[in-house]
RNA sequence: GGGACUGUGGGGUAGCUUGGUCCAUCCUUCGGGGUUCGGGACUCCGAGACGCCAGUUCAAAUCUGGCCAGUCCCA
């Protein structure tokens, strides 16, 4: 039926097919960069998003929602940021048949929307710290190759924006948000990197980025999220003051962080595998299918009794599917494993005579699950699926890194690389042109291996301030 | 922004060089019937396409031009 590229030799193909055979995106909408979400599509995004909102709602943001479209002259008002996003920007220029007095952007991110309105929410101390988060469409003009999730026009993206008393308070918010997307990741499964950006790779308008990089295969890497310090940057060319207790006007200290569906992306390139996706229970959208194996004499008793065990899963709460359709089993098990289900179970004569349902999760370990204690049984099983593929994830992300002593090693690109770097902006180029890719910047948080101390900068061997970098090809 | 290439049912393809043998091939898909049902069933009947607009020609999926969409490479 579906014959997916194979994984290993043909990445980007075998993601480009699987997206499309798993039916989470349709991209014949016709127009670069805007694809679908399909109705299978859109429940796995749901199921991320909340999440999402989970993890930063128990940091103390809440949600908000800024119009899509912001008036030029506001847009233009940080003049890094509308640089740094210039080519990027679709304009409405027309209201009807008459052009517009002030053209209106299409919110590449929405900082330029929402911080004119900070200004006037924002007048004492008492109001820090403001901490709110929206998540909405974006749009940038990509020029480079779409790809569905990876690189669109139409961004799903979620944004965290900040107000802050002070540098020191604002850096707090940054570590909290670090430690947000920690848990976040965990449930995901997906291992990743702290990267602080260098000077000429930060955002548009930043004081510093941190970003969040995973490899996939070679040397190449996503970039998956970012939270960002502003300082005074924005507050200042916006207005953004407040009165402290001393009683003197203060400028403040901004943040952000940014996700977006991307993360549905990684989910997929990083968990799939030859026959398909392979969802963590906590994104899939039903985490349990359960399907009936009836013959002509038990029919009604295998559908009775696989009906009985989908009710008992429901009202605990599972995401159950239960697959009545008229296709073999075998048909449904290689549908159901091509949409990345995290667990099946089956009932047929067998099971429903003895109430005791086979199982079989995403990884292919087999066990049993009993209808009278199906909720606990079942919630058993995909803790420790999870578990698996967590762990399976942590194997694979250690095999892509390693240690590069010389440009030569780079050039090769056979893996994600660790290189000592002394932290000149000349040498971040030569390491760049040597990897033909992008000297990602400097862990924040630990290494990926353990390297011992770094002794030579990679591109100038001195010995000054050399620190361990990362070089790759941000994908 | 510059260049190269591609466009055939829902998906994948054959046919294009050398116009006619094409009311377009094969696989898959979809609808209906029957026999089936513990890892992609079989069978019968049926449905579905030459990206769009012009041009050349007795004749265009095939040649030419423009447009649209997409892919890749370079800036």
């Not at 930060?202 to 970003?211: L, T, V």
Request: glycine letters at 8%; hydrophobic letters at 40%.
């Amino acid at each position: 039926m579906v014959d997916l590229p194979d994984r290993r030799t043909n990445f980007v193909d075998w993601y480009l097919a699987v997206v499309e055979a798993a039916d989470l995106t349709d991209k014949r909408y016709g127009v670069k960069g805007l694809n679908i979400w399909t109705r299978y599509g859109f429940l796995a995004r749901r199921q991320l998003d909340a999440v999402l909102v989970r993890e930063i709602e128990a940091t103390g943001s809440e949600p908000v929602e800024f119009p899509a479209l912001i008036p030029e002259n506001e847009f233009a008002k940080e003049k890094e940021h509308i640089k740094g996003f210039d080519a990027q920007v679709y304009w409405v220029t027309k209201g009807g048949l008459s052009e517009l007095d002030v053209a209106l952007a299409l919110r590449p991110t929405s900082e330029t929307a929402i911080y004119p309105v900070f200004a006037l929410w924002v007048r004492s101390h008492r109001d820090l710290p403001l901490n709110i988060y929206q998540i909405v469409n974006t749009f940038r003009y990509e020029t480079k190759t779409t790809r569905p999730f990876l690189r669109v026009r139409e961004i799903h993206f979620f944004e965290e924006h900040t107000c802050q008393t002070n540098e020191a308070t604002a850096t707090d918010r940054v570590r909290s948000n670090l430690a947000a997307f920690r848990r976040m990741a965990e449930t995901f499964g997906l291992p990743y990197l702290s990267i602080r950006r260098p000077e000429w790779d930060k955002f548009p308008g930043a004081f510093y980025s941190i970003a969040f990089d995973i490899p996939v295969g070679g040397a190449r890497t996503l970039q998956i999220g970012s939270v960002h310090h502003y300082r005074e940057n924005f507050s200042g060319p916006y207005g953004i003051r407040y009165e402290d207790t001393e009683g003197t006007q203060r400028l403040v200290h901004q943040t952000t962080f940014g996700l977006s569906e991307r993360l549905l992306g990684a989910i997929v390139a990083v968990h799939g595998d030859a026959k398909g996706v392979i969802f963590p229970s906590s994104i899939a959208p039903y985490d349990v299918v359960i399907v009936p194996i009836p013959s002509a004499e038990t029919r009604v008793a295998v559908l009775g009794a696989a009906d009985e065990l989908a009710d008992r899963l429901r009202r605990a709460g599972r995401r159950v599917r239960l697959d009545a359709g008229e296709e073999r089993p075998g048909a449904k098990y290689y549908h159901w494993e091509l949409r990345g289900a995290p667990l099946r179970l089956e009932v047929g004569r067998r099971e429903a005579e003895s109430r005791v349902a086979s199982s079989v999760d995403r990884l292919g370990r087999k066990g049993r699950v009993a209808f009278d204690t199906a909720a606990v049984d079942v919630t058993a099983r995909l803790a420790e699926f999870d578990r698996a593929l967590g762990e399976r994830a942590r194997s694979a992300f250690q095999a892509s890194f390693a240690v590069a002593r010389s440009l030569e090693e780079l050039a090769k690109a056979e893996h994600v690389y660790l290189v000592g770097w002394c932290g000149s902006e000349e040498c971040g180029h030569r390491i760049e042109t040597a990897i033909d890719g992008a000297l990602l910047g400097v862990p924040e948080d630990g290494l990926p291996l353990d390297p011992g101390t770094p002794t030579a900068c990679i591109a100038c061997a001195g010995s000054d301030g050399v620190r361990w970098a990362v070089a790759g090809q941000p994908l």
